[in-house]
């Protein structure tokens, strides 16, 4: 049986990836896994050894406790599933890839405008 937790873990392994721009073949690669072996990862199929986790976290430029972010605080609490879908963490990555930090500004300050965040200024 696949654990929240696990599946949680593999969610957030599969955003920082796609931010990234990183092929589950490369990962793998660079981690001397096979991609399948990252995919049952990603599904929470299999489970990440803490040096496995370690290893994602350098690799990925986020810190180890990246992949336990938004996990219910308590025991009998449901892990949360609010989690960057691929289309989005695809286009965070393609906002991260704009080398003109101006036009960068520009777009943020559009998005927040359409999605109505009260304080543009503190989110950019």
């Known amino acids: 049986m696949v654990h929240p937790v696990d599946i949680h873990v593999g969610k957030k392994i599969?955003?920082?990836r796609l931010v990234r721009g990183l092929t589950q073949s490369a990962v793998a690669r660079q981690l001397g896994l096979s991609f399948q072996q990252l995919q049952k990862y990603e599904t929470g199929y299999n489970r990440v050894s803490a040096s496995k986790l370690y290893e994602l976290s350098q690799l990925?430029?986020?810190p180890p406790s990246y992949f336990f972010e938004g996990l219910a605080s308590g025991?009998?609490?449901?892990v949360s599933v609010t989690l960057m879908d691929?289309?989005?963490a695809k286009a965070v990555q393609a906002?991260?890839?704009i080398r003109d930090e101006k036009v960068k500004n520009h777009l943020r300050s559009m998005i927040h405008e359409i999605a109505g965040c009260e304080n543009v200024a503190e989110a950019s």
């Open 75 to 78: 025991k009998s609490e449901s």
């Open 86 to 88: 691929d289309q989005t």
């Open 60 to 62: 990925l430029d986020v």
């Open 95 to 97: 906002l991260t890839s």
């Open 14 to 16: 599969r955003q920082a």
